[in-house]
């Protein structure tokens, strides 16, 4: 269906005719376009009113509920939370009811925020999220294919990358974790017995992890449905290609979802009960730990790196031969496929949106396509910005701390401290204006605020004089040929977002699989 201008632009549009102050024009043939000047449009139409009809359910049951479900997948490090004085009992009871109806609403409360602040979160930074994500993919990869051939490396070794590849999520500062860990789960004295319980408690790890299936192929089923469902109805200006942006959340979960290192630490925390690694962390106000455990996973924009690092830490990497070095290290053409990668897993939704929004009803460049188009720079940019620090070796969130960049044996020029703070300076501005998008593009599209006036203009005209300024209040197809024209890119588009959403779920739980059986396969083939 090809969505319409909304209610307020054909109220105008009835409202300037009989006025008869419409203007007529055909960008092209077999369509012809009337509009009136933005300023009678802002002063005669009618003044905002949240709707409460059908469009405003469509896009919240079927792309805002299911975004909460995928936030939940996607690794984090801490959540808001209420404080526990709230849920400690009182000698008297009537103090502990009250803490009881205090609590409902403030749980209601806190769990709200922290929702849309991850949310918030994850569109802002998916680029990095991405490329992090697609880097550890491609270690996992090469590490598992180098033990499957690898017939002449000890059994300890291999554990030890074995672990790496399941424990690599664990943050390793400020009290590096991995010594502990190589503690529980590679044994000092490696014989018969103790090789099979250290392939026992792999081989647990592994299994405790949650299903691909269940947390990520029936929410991306469920968020498929609901943009099926809402593509074949009239609708609101913009709301088909707001389901198909939305998919970057998808794809960011997918990916998040096919990664060897479980996201929670709790299988192996249960392992090394008995060797204490770190305390709690405090946080102030309302934050707290994601997971009650005394192992810490990093972010998702940084465990690519953490990864690394694990791998390079192993005795395999530094064995003089280089071996396993040169299977598993990452150089030039290695960081180019994953940031094509990354590029191509992001941009297609971004893509396939903008695309809609230009060519529907006509070729022209609205304001939705501008946000559309401003949100695919903010997350190439962030890519191109992951991708070099990823080259100086560094995680991301040193971006924010630019001066962990520089050596301390190496001089500190004034060309370098202007690079690192330019870096800095760009990763600021692509985040912040990636959360504005997110914040701004979603309030005013579930409100249906992108059917006004000052959006039913072309962006070429937003630098002339008020007075020549024209708000295109409808449009009528006259042609055959033009309307099926209209119903194939209105039917292909949002067909193309679905099915490129579906194969990527498709080959992430399909890599997830494989990888899995390979590993345990690994595992199970180790021998003293």
Not at 257 to 286: D, E, K
């Amino acid at each position: 269906m090809i969505p319409h201008f909304g209610d307020q632009n054909t109220t105008c549009w009835g409202l300037a005719e009989e006025e008869n102050i419409t203007q007529s024009f055909s960008p092209l043939n077999g369509l012809i376009v009337e509009s009136t000047s933005l300023t009678w449009c802002k002063e005669n139409c009618s003044p905002f009113k949240p709707p409460i009809g059908s469009d405003f359910l469509f896009l919240f049951m079927g792309f805002a509920l299911p975004a909460v479900i995928f936030s939940t997948v996607i690794p984090r490090r801490w959540r808001l939370d209420l404080p526990e004085q709230l849920f400690k009992l009182s000698r008297r009871q009537i103090f502990s009811i009250s803490k009881l109806f205090l609590s409902i609403p403030s749980v209601c409360v806190v769990t709200t925020f922290d929702m849309i602040g991850w949310i918030i979160c994850i569109m802002t930074f998916a680029g990095p999220m991405v490329f992090s994500g697609v880097q550890e993919m491609l270690l996992d990869f090469r590490a598992v294919s180098f033990l499957k051939g690898s017939e002449g490396s000890a059994a300890r070794e291999k554990l030890q990358v074995v672990v790496a590849l399941l424990c690599g999520n664990f943050d390793q500062d400020p009290d590096d974790p991995t010594s502990r860990i190589h503690n529980v789960l590679i044994p000092t004295e490696l014989t018969k017995e103790s090789l099979e319980i250290s392939k026992s408690r792999l081989l647990t790890i592994m299994h405790a992890q949650t299903s691909f299936g269940m947390t990520i192929g029936i929410p991306t089923v469920f968020f498929l449905g609901g943009f099926g469902y809402t593509a074949t109805q009239a609708s609101s200006t913009g709301a088909i290609p707001f389901g198909i942006l939305w998919m970057v959340l998808v794809v960011v979960t997918i990916v998040s979802g096919t990664l060897l290192a479980g996201n929670s630490p709790h299988s192996v925390s249960v392992l090394v009960t008995n060797n204490h690694i770190r305390s709690r962390r405090t946080r102030r106000l309302l934050f707290r730990d994601m997971y009650n455990s005394e192992l810490y996973p990093v972010s998702i924009w940084d465990r690519g790196f953490n990864k690394y690092q694990w791998l390079k830490n192993s005795t395999l990497w530094q064995d003089s031969r280089g071996i396993f070095r040169q299977r598993i290290e990452l150089r030039g053409w290695s960081w180019a496929a994953i940031t094509v990668g990354t590029y191509l897993l992001l941009a297609p939704p971004c893509w396939l949106a903008l695309s809609f929004d230009y060519l529907i009803p006509w070729p022209w460049f609205g304001c939705l396509s501008m946000l559309y188009a401003v949100y695919l720079a903010t997350q190439t940019l962030l890519i191109l910005i992951a991708l070099t620090l990823a080259i100086l070796d560094v995680p991301f969130h040193t971006v924010w701390r630019p001066w962990e960049l520089i050596p301390k044996t190496s001089s500190r020029s004034i060309f370098l401290l202007a690079a690192l703070i330019l870096l800095t300076f760009l990763a600021g501005a692509a985040s912040v204006t990636a959360a504005f998008f997110t914040i701004f593009y979603s309030i005013n599209q579930l409100s249906d605020r992108f059917d006004c006036c000052f959006c039913s203009m072309p962006v070429s005209s937003w630098i002339l004089p008020a007075s020549q300024q024209m708000a295109f209040v409808n449009f009528e197809v006259t042609s055959q040929s033009y309307q099926s024209w209209l119903d194939s890119v209105s039917f292909s588009l949002p067909l193309g977002a679905a099915i490129f959403t579906c194969i990527v779920c498709f080959l992430g739980w399909w890599y997830q699989q494989a990888l899995r059986v390979a590993l345990k396969d690994v595992i199970k083939e180790l021998e003293h």
